[in-house]
């Protein structure tokens, strides 16, 4: 039995090692595979170019089929023919098979499709502005308030099947705002009681009631600059994108903005934190194809909005019109605006009564940007 049972075992050992060897040779061939998308110029280019250079005849996709396969190790042989074959020229032989399929893979060569799943893009600026100032007589005195300020965001976008853009940024702002501080406060009335305890003290007489007097300002109107943050989103949808566009470089986008700001407390009874929401249209500049890229970072743009205000310069329910524009200082028109850039903007609040407008300069850059520039990787 003993016998019988080495070579059993034997026989099974080596049946397993020429699997596992059989196994390790087939994916050594299924890796040399390449397969060739024929409605792909750029992968035939790419596979072109690098067998051409030996192979004058060879011609992808020759037949008019939508895909190919070619075994990249067949061509390997034809590019390096001197036999016995060196260790320097066996291993330039492997690095060549494994470039050509890692450079001219039909995965990598697909363009991105941005119908498949959103993209998301982050943004931060860091900056100095210069804004309007108020003297505490509610004048106001220009551009005379100069302060630093940061500003965060988060913008997402979907494309659909016919290429109408819909974008959804949710972001924040620290920076200086107007503010109207101590404007309600009244002085504590004058004690006019009299000690009537003398029976022969004279009544004084009776003067007439002084009509109160309304300290409601007619229109918005502020006396002092105080930092605020400023948290919002902002949905644009576009609708005018022609599908038979080859290029998406800039376009117009129009939805709704909602957010709220803190702000200084002008009563004890007043709440420290106004809302607003309204209508907006939005122009976004790219500089570069967004057809087929993610989404990125604009290199300009400008919004209107008309917003209504929860409470604005000391009245309730204030309707302003908003305007806001920035543009990135790049030298390459196609520089990429996620690996940072210097900017400069202009921003106004409009509408009756005082008028809130300044311009600003920041450095802007994606997240990622600056993790690279901090960590230095």
Request: one cysteine or more; proline letters at 4%; glycine letters at 8%.
């Amino acid at each position: 039995m003993k016998n019988q049972l080495v070579p059993i075992l034997t026989l099974s050992t080596l049946s397993v090692f020429s699997n596992f060897a059989e196994c390790q040779s087939s994916e050594k061939v299924e890796s040399t595979l390449l397969t060739i998308d024929c409605s792909s110029d750029k992968q035939k280019s790419c596979i072109d170019g690098a067998i051409k250079a030996f192979d004058a005849a060879f011609n992808a996709c020759s037949e008019g089929r939508p895909k190919d396969t070619i075994r990249l190790e067949t061509f390997a042989d034809k590019k390096f023919t001197s036999i016995p074959l060196s260790d320097v020229d066996k291993q330039q032989r492997k690095d060549w098979i494994v470039n050509v399929g890692k450079n001219c893979s039909a995965t990598l060569n697909t363009p991105y499709d941005p119908k498949i799943s959103s993209s998301w893009v982050n943004q931060f600026m860091v900056g100095y502005s210069i804004n309007s100032s108020y003297n505490k007589d509610k004048e106001h005195e220009g551009l005379g308030e100069r302060s630093p300020f940061a500003q965060f965001g988060f913008d997402g976008r979907w494309v659909s099947d016919n290429y109408n853009i819909l974008h959804w940024e949710i972001g924040g702002l620290f920076a200086s705002s107007p503010a109207l501080i101590g404007d309600d406060e009244t002085q504590p009335a004058e004690d006019t009681t009299t000690d009537n305890t003398d029976s022969s003290a004279e009544i004084p007489a009776e003067t007439p009631a002084e009509a109160p007097t309304n300290n409601t300002p007619e229109k918005p109107t502020f006396n002092d600059v105080s930092d605020s943050l400023d948290i919002y989103t902002k949905v644009t949808v576009n609708f005018w994108t022609d599908d038979n566009d080859k290029e998406l470089r800039d376009y117009f986008t129009v939805g709704g903005l909602a957010g709220f700001k803190t702000r200084e407390s002008i009563t004890d009874e007043q709440d420290a934190v106004v809302f607003y929401y309204g209508i907006l249209s939005e122009y976004l500049y790219f500089g570069k194809n967004m057809r087929n890229a993610r989404n990125s970072i604009p290199r300009g743009k400008v919004w209107l909005g008309y917003l209504n205000f929860e409470e604005y310069g000391g009245l309730e329910d204030q309707k302003r019109l908003l305007i806001r524009g920035e543009w990135q200082l790049n030298s390459d028109e196609n520089a990429d605006p996620n690996d940072g850039r210097f900017v400069v903007g202009v921003k106004a609040n409009l509408g009756k009564g005082a008028d809130d407008v300044g311009i600003f300069f920041a450095y802007r850059s994606g997240f990622d940007s600056i993790k690279s520039f901090i960590t230095g990787n």
